[in-house]
């Protein structure tokens, strides 16, 4: 228990030291360092002990001065959100804000209500998994902004820094997110959720541009949406069913008529936090903030909240409407951002849609509720976090030397920044080639969606994969461009921001030679606990085998390149231009003897895949689909 | 043993299988055309030949990467012929193809530059039914692993019709047949120089052309695999499908000129959702 109340606690601790140290300094670097290190080192201690007792465990059955405490956290994030809400006249935002905080309150002290005892906070397999996520992603992100932090105000001198805050926020968030995995008790997880809502907020308005602070409240009211929906939830499960805990929730099964209404909510909520469509264009907007705000959003934290909802409460979802909703809102977004990313040249959009896109492939896994859906949902989680927040790292990196983050600018980034560029391989990699990490847990999706006769996912899923296929090649393609004659460029990037992605490429490289010791000693058990059933595995030992010695292929060929052209003298020569190449590979002579500027551009097709074209139909389909099945549950209630 | 066996036999004959192919290719060609045609054994006096030419590349990660797009080919194949997992083959073949892909990008000129996106058009037009097949036939026999397949009493291709179509339609885009040769093609006329291949010469051309070959051979035993049951006699049937698919493509490569990139994804993804999806919801339906 001491170990929990560490992890949630410390980080608000180091946050309110971290907000009184205004000035950039050695002192502030250190002592964030320090407080990663820390929470690093507390999380694997939990997690090691957490996979030896190998127990589920729960405390804390009476809280009621805690509650009371949180009661008094609530009203402050109203008034904080109030505050805003005026001084930037987004009146809408203070409604929904008081609608909801309103609403929890008048539970809190309406008197008592005959709710089934249960523990508040709860620790299993999925806990640990969420807490490495958060401690260690989450931690080396805050280790990478430090260095970030500076060059960023460096460069950008228009902006007032504010960076005190930004760490402080950073680790708010951290502490919200152990916060939520760990709370049994939906009031809990609530505040929690609500605390990080804000906190992105607060995060995506950082420069206080006219388009942050715009796009910070779309991701507001968004989020608060959600939140009203998970409100609402609580209330009728406190209400009617007489719970207010997610494992009594849970425990009703998908068969009870009584409990679709909150778990439709429930599932609302979690899908705007996880950015689905028609909720994604807040995580779009998101990319104004400063890099680091993105990985923490994109990969350890926030979205990763919102689909862990989904996985606890998967169970319930099996062979019901509220579980088709969430399939098909999942699948649908999984294709159809996957279009849309195709059509982005800037770096951090392509990340922003295919993170809302893989997402999506987590939620349909969730919404099929199988055990081996959600096994396949729950690897997808992992090795997305590991993946992303490294791409998005490293872009930002990129950005910081090369001054832009356009896909298109990063042409022959292996001759101009090796280092960064093989990084970024390694990411794109991860993201969807075989034998990595997303590609094992998309393949068993596809089994599961197939055994679980879901057609409609099973479409959305290969032609999905056919656009993610194109539009991450493409951008690999760029980064392997042999560019002559290109100076090495000077890398800005510090020592603590190259520790922070190296130790994230390796744990991505070793999460894909390691992952059947995860899946048996976590993902399985975890699956069982919930499930109450064991499976096969649901990938074979032998072709486990088989992805190893891909993995090796890969690592040998270089060597064995060598070897089939051994003996050989190669020459080489410039490329052919349709024109001579005038010798430095960007110019070439054209017909009347002029030199002539060459330039390779990446397809875009942007005819077809647009976000003009696409978006806005998408989100319109999205939102009459969520509307109508949303109005089907609440009316058979009624 | 029996795997080791098949790979080994796989290793040694498919260049064979696959070079004769080719040269039946160029034979039929020509005879549609009109011409003689050259030697049957031809593609192999054009293979000796690149192995010996002096080696001319435009930077030394290009080799590398062809070499991937060779290993990774031949351990598709291997994977496939030894009774692997389907969706694995397939991504595998995913793999080499990005290998292939990448070896162009390298390059940084116009032409490879071109035939790379091209490239990457084409495997996002097949990439749907080349997975959906994976799919059809784990859902007819129950099993992913070519090696249950092919035990089963009757042909997958009773179950799998649509899924039969389907495949055909975008081995064409495989086999790099008009009209969907779009991003190289064997022919000398190409509108994009040599697309793809622009800038290999020597003996990495070589090894494109002996990847090419070991590719054919597996995409025919895909092909094959439809056919094939626990029978002894229907491994000839099988055989004599690949012949008559094989011929197919190259009548169409005859016939049709080479469309634009709209067209082929267009169609490509019409005939998978037409015949793969189809022939895929009344096999859920009826299982």
Avoid at chain 1, 375 to 380: D, F, K
Avoid at chain 2, 66 to 82: A, E, N, R, Y
Avoid at chain 2, 223 to 249: D, K, Q, R, Y
Wanted: hydrophobic letters at 55%; glycine letters at 8%.
């Amino acid at each position: 228990m001491e170990i929990i109340t560490f992890l949630i606690g410390f980080p608000f601790l180091a946050a309110l030291v971290l907000v009184f140290m205004r000035k950039q300094s050695v002192l502030r670097s250190i002592l964030v360092f320090l407080s990663c290190a820390l929470i690093i080192a507390a999380v694997i201690y939990f997690a090691i002990t957490g996979m030896i007792n190998g127990q589920t465990q729960s405390f804390l059955p009476e809280t009621h001065n805690l509650d009371l405490a949180m009661a008094i956290a609530e009203i402050g994030l109203m008034i904080l959100v109030v505050v805003y809400a005026f001084r930037y006249r987004k009146y809408y935002v203070a409604l929904l804000s008081v609608a909801q905080t309103g609403l929890m309150l008048w539970l809190d002290f309406s008197g008592e209500h005959k709710v089934q005892a249960a523990p508040h906070i709860l620790s299993d397999k999925l806990t640990i998994m969420m807490c490495l996520i958060i401690g260690v992603i989450g931690s080396l992100i805050c280790v990478y902004a430090v260095g970030y932090m500076k060059e960023y105000h460096e460069h950008h001198k228009e902006y007032k820094d504010r960076s005190a805050m930004f760490f402080a926020l950073l680790f708010v968030f951290l502490g919200a997110m152990f916060g939520l995995v760990f709370s049994n008790n939906l009031i809990w997880m609530y505040f929690f959720w609500e605390i990080t809502s804000l906190c992105s907020f607060l995060l995506i308005a950082y420069t206080k541009t006219e388009e942050a602070i715009n796009n910070a409240f779309r991701a507001l009211w968004m989020n608060l949406l959600g939140g009203l929906g998970f409100a609402v939830a609580i209330v009728y499960c406190v209400l009617q069913l007489g719970v207010s805990d997610i494992r009594s929730f849970v425990a009703f099964g998908n068969e009870s008529a009584l409990v679709l209404v909150p778990l439709a909510l429930l599932a609302f909520a979690g899908l705007t936090k996880s950015a689905q469509l028609p909720f994604s264009r807040w995580l779009l907007g998101a990319m104004v903030a400063p890099t680091p705000t993105s990985a923490l959003l994109h990969s350890a934290t926030m979205v990763k909240a919102g689909v862990f909802l989904l996985i606890r409460l998967s169970p319930m979802f099996h062979g019901n409407i509220v579980g088709m909703m969430v399939t098909t809102i999942g699948g649908f977004t999984f294709f159809a951002t996957s279009m849309l990313a195709i059509s982005q040249s800037d770096a951090k959009k392509v990340l922003a849609y295919s993170t809302i896109s893989n997402l999506g492939l987590i939620t349909a896994c969730a919404g099929i509720g199988m055990h081996e859906a959600v096994w396949a949902g729950v690897l997808l989680m992992l090795f997305h976090a590991v993946s992303k927040s490294l791409m998005f790292l490293s872009v930002g990196a990129v950005e910081n030397s090369l001054g832009s983050r356009n896909i298109e600018d990063m042409h022959g980034l292996i001759v101009k920044l090796p280092g960064l560029a093989f990084l970024m391989i390694t990411g794109i990699a991860g993201m969807f080639l075989a034998p990595f990490g997303m590609l094992i847990s998309k393949w068993a999706a596809l089994k599961a969606f197939v055994d679980s006769d879901s057609m409609l996912l099973v479409v959305f899923l290969v032609f999905g994969s056919a656009t993610t296929l194109f539009y991450w090649t493409k951008w690999l393609g760029k980064l392997l461009a042999v560019l002559h004659n290109s100076a090495r460029l000077h890398s800005k990037v510090g020592t603590s921001q190259w520790l922070s992605m190296l130790v994230q490429a390796f744990l991505m490289i070793a999460l894909c030679i390691l992952f059947p010791i995860v899946s048996t000693y976590l993902v399985e058990p975890f699956l069982a606990d919930m499930f109450h059933s064991t499976i096969p595995a649901v990938i074979s030992q032998g072709n486990m085998n088989i992805m190893l010695i891909m993995l090796f292929a890969i690592v040998i060929l270089p060597i064995a390149v060598r070897f089939l052209t051994f003996g050989k003298k190669q020459k080489i020569v410039m490329s052919y231009m349709g024109g001579a190449n005038t010798g430095d590979d960007r110019h070439f002579v054209d017909s009347f003897g002029d030199n002539r500027e060459i330039y390779l551009a990446n397809w875009y097709m942007e005819d077809y895949f647009s976000e003009k074209k696409l978006l806005k139909p998408s989100i319109l389909l999205a939102t009459a689909f969520i509307l109508i099945l949303m109005g089907i549950v609440i009316g058979g209630a009624l | 043993m029996e795997k080791l066996a098949a790979i080994v036999i796989y290793l040694v004959l498919a260049p064979f299988i696959g070079g004769l192919l080719s040269g039946i290719d160029r034979k039929l060609s020509a005879r549609m055309q009109g011409r003689k045609g050259p030697p049957l054994l031809q593609p192999f006096y054009d293979l000796l030949k690149l192995f010996a030419k002096q080696v001319v590349v435009v930077n030394h990660v290009q080799d590398f990467l062809v070499g991937g797009f060779l290993i990774f080919v031949i351990f598709t194949g291997c994977l496939f012929f030894s009774g692997g997992d389907l969706l694995l083959v397939f991504f595998a073949l995913t793999l080499a193809g990005i290998f292939f892909m990448m070896s162009a990008c390298s390059a940084n000129s116009p032409y490879s530059s071109m035939g790379a996106q091209r490239e990457l058009l084409q495997m996002m037009a097949y990439e749907p039914m080349v997975l959906l097949v994976g799919i059809g036939f784990y859902m007819s026999t129950g099993s992913f692993a070519v090696s249950d397949i092919i035990k089963q009493p009757t042909s997958s291709i009773v179950y799998l019709p649509g899924f039969f179509i389907g495949f055909v339609y975008i081995l064409t885009i495989k086999l790099r047949k008009s009209p969907f040769d779009l991003s190289t093609s064997h022919h000398a006329h190409q509108e994009m120089v040599k697309g793809l291949t622009t800038e290999i010469s020597g003996n990495i051309l070589a090894l494109v052309e002996l990847s090419h070959w070991y590719e054919n051979v597996f995409l025919l035993g895909v092909v094959g695999l439809f056919i094939i049951n626990s029978t002894w006699w229907s491994a000839i049937i099988a055989v004599a499908v690949c012949m008559a698919v094989f011929f197919l493509e190259i009548f169409a490569d005859m016939v049709f000129p080479r469309v634009k990139w709209e067209l082929m994804l267009k169609s490509t993804w019409l005939v998978t959702l037409g015949a793969g999806v189809l022939n895929m919801i009344i096999l859920n339906a009826v299982r």
